[in-house]
């Protein structure tokens, strides 16, 4: 079977660059991906899988059955939307849309679900069971799974996968991670409420600003002293906004951060853990404060049995040598964690970097790029680990 997946994925490969580029040159923000939505349809609907659209708001659900049928469904999800980015590649096809650009590499991702769900209706009557093709919206604002589980796209789900491009590793190469592979990402509010004054007589007045300052340091000196180093957490402030004269000292300082971790237990003590270091900054210099902690997604946590069943699929068709298993995860987020809160699953990463060059630009870069060639170890890796699902139990 491994032979006859490989053979269908090398017969599509170059339809399959025609639908990347496509889309590459099309990028779509989040919650905005209508066309994108529709040409995935028709390209699932001409390869005969039963189509929904409109599933969270812009998704797109594929569905295969298999022989025989099951009562739980084997999902595989991928993404669609773009980010607000110049494309400056100068690639011919390059982004048409101004300021809009697939540098997350979901292009690739869609392809790749797409040229998964071509080679398995071709086998599906030796499948054994049913595949789920998610194509999901807004995976950058971290809001499309949610929205895609809200309309039902996890019924009957008993397992998941996903695919995520890694321009480090090269292409023909995939990475495998067991446990923890991306951080949770929480936001963070904290507005410091001093008072009033003159510029030149600050001692009259509480000073919101310097007060804010003091409780960036106290945060960030506090992390490497009272959290497990073992169990990271960064905490970075992006975004200030306060006073009103050059001459005035201010009454009210906003802080906008984000927060991220990898394990619950860290996670969920750091809310107590941030409004009491702000309480003690802020009570010191007598001002008053708010801390609007909001947790976003959780960290992609993968099952150990279905991360296995990734790297024995993929060792038998590409070789143990172009197999990594990633030593350390990232703390970068993604909202595939919500589909994990429901039920096991696993998240590869797929080399898509130019073996031939010095420098291949890091996601979320202006100049990033992609080997296409990766796209054919994606799907089969995808393809067979799917028939393996099945066809082992």
Sequence with gaps: MLTKIKDLATAIA??????????????ELSGQEYQT??????????????????????GVIGELKGTPSSNTVLAIRTDMDALPIQERTGLEFASRREGVMHACGHDVHTTVGLGTAMVLSAIAEELGGPVRFLFQPAEETAQGANWMVKDGAMDRVGAIFSVHVFPSIPAGSIGIRYGALTAAADDL????LGESGHGARPHEAVDAIWIASQVITALQQAISRTQNPLRPVVLSIGKIKGGRAPNVIADKVELLGTVRSLHPETRAQLPNWIDNIV???????????????????????????????LQSA????????RIQVLPEPSLGAEDFSVYLEKVPGSMFRLGVGYKDRIINHPLHNPLFEVDESAMITGVVTLAYAAYKYWNSK
Excluded: M
Excluded at 16 to 27: D, F, K, M, N, T
Excluded at 189 to 192: A, D, L, P, S, T
Excluded at 314 to 321: H, I, K, P, R
């Design 14 to 27: 170059p339809r399959l660059v025609e639908i990347r580029r496509h889309i590459h040159s099309h990028p």
């Design 314 to 321: 993929a060792e038998e068709a590409w070789s143990s040598d």
């Design 189 to 192: 509010e904290i507005v410091i």
């Design 279 to 309: 309480a003690s900054v802020c009570n010191s210099y007598g001002a008053k404060y708010q801390v609007n902690y909001r947790q976003g997604v959780p960290s992609v946590q993968n099952d150990y049995g279905l991360t296995q069943l």
């Design 37 to 58: 939505a529709a040409f995935v349809a028709g390209v699932l609907s001409s390869s005969g899988l039963h189509v929904q659209e409109g599933v969270g708001k812009t």
